[in-house]
């Protein structure tokens, strides 16, 4: 009798635990909403959408303009250099409740299909995990049902890294027409196809017609949950400033027998110079690199409530111990980073050969933070190569260089984009709280900064928006390298998130 009533109890939670959305809108609703908008996010999927090919973002921004009218917005094509964004107005729009803008970016991260395991990264897949922790592959179908099981993940390039939440956000909006149901916010959308290479179209567009995109507030899908699997506030995020630098050797690659240890190697000086950068426990040795972050009482109260589980951290990383920049994973995201992403110099493998190389480069990323941009830090970066005896140049040097400087330097500093936080206790904030914890009948995480870049301070600036990042795809999700995926489970969380803010009032 006793495990009668425990079992009924335990039914009547699961019928009422997201009883906080309205009538129509419960488990069973999404889910079907879900597994019927499944067809479309695999062949958004299946467009390549690498943003250094232009041929391929026009197809997305036509399929996704055509996707939007279809779910009652008024969408369009904004021209930009031949790589279009797609905006978007939701034809329920009052006039007279506040304006959320809303933001998603539908380009993705370059491949390398090689180290895929499977056929083709823009062809997605679905796969389960079997007994042995290995994925497998199983057919689609499997998928394409009310009942599929939420440890299902799809994997394909922009799986999660950002079609997901496009995917999510169309299916929210096929079940709010389903159920005749208007937002309780007026609905913007703005669908960016460079994020992934700093998002130069968006000052543009915003510059030609303000009033486009003239809102109360920005919400921004992109990022990870948080690994708890809690729905997840972002406060702000880090900015990224790509550095490349190039160190040069002699004119032409030589015989490394005829002169080794005569002509100077710029790999192991760039090697030298790079080492220098950082001490053994990864903190940046650049005088001043740190000197603007200043972490409040309040600050560390604000990461020691996020309920990271550090040693489950290490061992998905695989890793022994973390560098030491802060007192924890969440402090050391409040930091500005160094970051080498890339080396090259000579070749390796079945390309390498006996020589000193002619140069050697390296790829940087600097995470820049609100109050430590990426002028100041890549100023520094600058002023410490050349305190390294290095003369810089902005091109290959000349002869009379060569010959009057023995190291010699080459620093590009690429566009980037800025740092954004936002008041935690803002209007925007408990709006967002509120909307997440009624919908997922738990308190979010709140996040004062996330680690990664959006271009939220294109945005934010010229628009004087408040602003939040709402993440709502798995945290292992392989974003940015190989067999991306999204676990669908997130799917749905992501679509209860989603549908969570557009029904509660601004």
Same mark, same amino acid.
């Given at each position: 009798?006793?495990?009668?009533?425990?079992?009924?109890?335990?039914?009547?939670?699961?019928?009422?635990?997201?009883?906080?959305?309205?009538?129509?809108?419960?488990?069973?609703?999404?889910?079907?909403?879900?597994?019927?908008?499944?067809?479309?996010?695999?062949?958004?999927?299946?467009?390549?959408?690498?943003?250094?090919?232009?041929?391929?973002?026009?197809?997305?921004?036509?399929?996704?303009?055509?996707?939007?009218?279809?779910?009652?917005?008024?969408?369009?094509?904004?021209?930009?250099?031949?790589?279009?964004?797609?905006?978007?107005?939701?034809?329920?729009?009052?006039?007279?409740?506040?304006?959320?803008?809303?933001?998603?970016?539908?380009?993705?991260?370059?491949?390398?299909?090689?180290?895929?395991?499977?056929?083709?990264?823009?062809?997605?897949?679905?796969?389960?995990?079997?007994?042995?922790?290995?994925?497998?592959?199983?057919?689609?179908?499997?998928?394409?049902?009310?009942?599929?099981?939420?440890?299902?993940?799809?994997?394909?390039?922009?799986?999660?890294?950002?079609?997901?939440?496009?995917?999510?956000?169309?299916?929210?909006?096929?079940?709010?027409?389903?159920?005749?149901? $208007?937002?309780?916010?007026?609905? #913007?959308?703005? /669908?960016? &196809?460079?994020?992934?290479? %700093?998002? @130069?179209?968006? =000052? +543009?567009?915003?510059?030609?017609?303000?009033?486009?995109?003239?809102?109360?507030?920005?919400?921004?899908?992109?990022?990870?949950?948080?690994?708890?699997?809690?729905?997840?506030?972002?406060?702000?995020?880090?900015?990224?400033?790509?550095?490349? $630098?190039?160190?040069?050797?002699? #004119?032409?690659? /030589?015989? &490394?027998?005829?002169?080794? %240890?005569? @002509?100077?190697? =710029? +790999?192991?000086?760039?090697?030298?110079?790079?080492?220098?950068?950082?001490?053994?426990?990864?903190?940046?040795?650049?005088?001043?690199?740190?000197?603007?972050?200043?972490?409040?009482?309040?600050?560390?109260?604000?990461?020691?409530?996020?309920?990271?589980?550090?040693?489950?951290? #290490?061992?998905? /990383?695989?890793?022994?111990?973390?560098?030491?920049?802060?007192?924890?994973?969440?402090?050391?995201?409040?930091?500005?980073?160094?970051?080498?992403?890339?080396?090259?110099?000579?070749?390796?493998?079945?390309?390498?050969?006996?020589?000193?190389?002619?140069?050697?480069?390296?790829?940087?990323?600097?995470?820049?933070?609100?109050?430590?941009?990426?002028?100041?830090?890549?100023? /520094?970066?600058?002023?410490?190569?050349?305190?390294?005896?290095?003369?810089?140049?902005?091109?290959?040097?000349?002869?009379?260089?060569?010959?009057?400087?023995?190291?010699?330097?080459?620093?590009?500093?690429?566009?980037?984009?800025?740092?954004?936080?936002?008041?935690?206790?803002?209007?925007?904030?408990?709006?967002?709280?509120?909307?997440?914890?009624?919908?997922?009948?738990?308190?979010?995480?709140?996040?004062?900064?996330?680690?990664?870049?959006?271009?939220?301070?294109?945005?934010?600036?010229?628009?004087?928006?408040?602003?939040?990042?709402?993440?709502?795809?798995?945290?292992?999700?392989?974003?940015?390298?190989?067999?991306?995926?999204?676990?669908?489970?997130?799917?749905?969380?992501?679509?209860?998130?989603?549908?969570?803010?557009?029904?509660?009032?601004?």
């Amino acid at each position: 009798m006793r495990l009668a009533a425990i079992l009924s109890l335990c039914v009547l939670f699961s019928a009422t635990a997201h009883a906080a959305l309205p009538d129509g809108f419960d488990d069973q609703a999404i889910r079907r909403a879900a597994a019927a908008s499944f067809p479309d996010y695999f062949e958004l999927l299946s467009m390549p959408s690498d943003s250094i090919k232009p041929e391929d973002i026009q197809k997305n921004a036509a399929w996704l303009v055509k996707a939007l009218d279809k779910r009652g917005f008024k969408a369009r094509e904004l021209e930009n250099k031949g790589k279009p964004l797609v905006f978007a107005s939701y034809e329920g729009n009052s006039g007279k409740r506040p304006v959320i803008l809303f933001y998603i970016h539908f380009d993705g991260q370059p491949v390398i299909p090689a180290q895929w395991s499977q056929k083709d990264p823009w062809s997605p897949v679905v796969k389960k995990r079997g007994p042995d922790g290995k994925w497998a592959e199983v057919d689609k179908s499997e998928l394409f049902r009310p009942d599929f099981d939420p440890e299902l993940r799809v994997f394909a390039r922009a799986a999660a890294d950002d079609k997901g939440p496009i995917g999510m956000f169309l299916a929210s909006f096929d079940l709010l027409r389903e159920k005749k149901k $208007l937002p309780a916010v007026d609905v #913007k959308l703005l /669908l960016d &196809s460079e994020e992934e290479s %700093n998002s @130069a179209g968006i =000052p +543009a567009a915003i510059a030609a017609d303000p009033a486009l995109f003239r809102a109360d507030a920005l919400v921004v899908f992109d990022a990870a949950e948080h690994p708890s699997g809690r729905p997840t506030i972002l406060f702000g995020n880090r900015g990224v400033t790509p550095l490349t $630098l190039t160190v040069y050797g002699p #004119k032409v690659p /030589l015989h &490394s027998g005829h002169y080794g %240890n005569y @002509a100077p190697n =710029p +790999a192991q000086r760039l090697a030298r110079l790079l080492a220098g950068m950082k001490d053994d426990d990864g903190r940046v040795t650049i005088p001043g690199y740190y000197d603007h972050t200043h972490l409040t009482e309040a600050d560390r109260k604000i990461m020691a409530e996020v309920p990271d589980d550090e040693v489950a951290l #290490k061992k998905r /990383l695989g890793i022994a111990e973390p560098d030491k920049v802060g007192a924890s994973y969440q402090e050391a995201l409040q930091y500005p980073s160094l970051n080498v992403r890339g080396m090259a110099a000579g070749g390796v493998g079945d390309k390498v050969a006996t020589i000193v190389p002619a140069q050697a480069v390296a790829e940087i990323d600097l995470r820049t933070t609100v109050e430590s941009d990426g002028a100041y830090l890549a100023g /520094l970066v600058k002023d410490y190569i050349a305190g390294q005896g290095y003369f810089l140049v902005d091109r290959d040097p000349t002869d009379e260089e060569r010959a009057a400087h023995s190291k010699i330097a080459q620093l590009k500093i690429g566009k980037g984009d800025e740092g954004a936080r936002q008041d935690m206790e803002s209007r925007i904030g408990h709006w967002a709280v509120k909307a997440l914890k009624n919908a997922a009948d738990q308190a979010p995480v709140q996040l004062r900064q996330m680690g990664g870049t959006v271009p939220t301070a294109d945005i934010v600036e010229p628009l004087k928006l408040p602003f939040l990042l709402v993440p709502t795809v798995n945290a292992d999700d392989n974003q940015h390298t190989y067999d991306e995926n999204l676990r669908m489970g997130q799917y749905l969380t992501g679509m209860r998130s989603m549908l969570g803010l557009l029904l509660t009032g601004y």
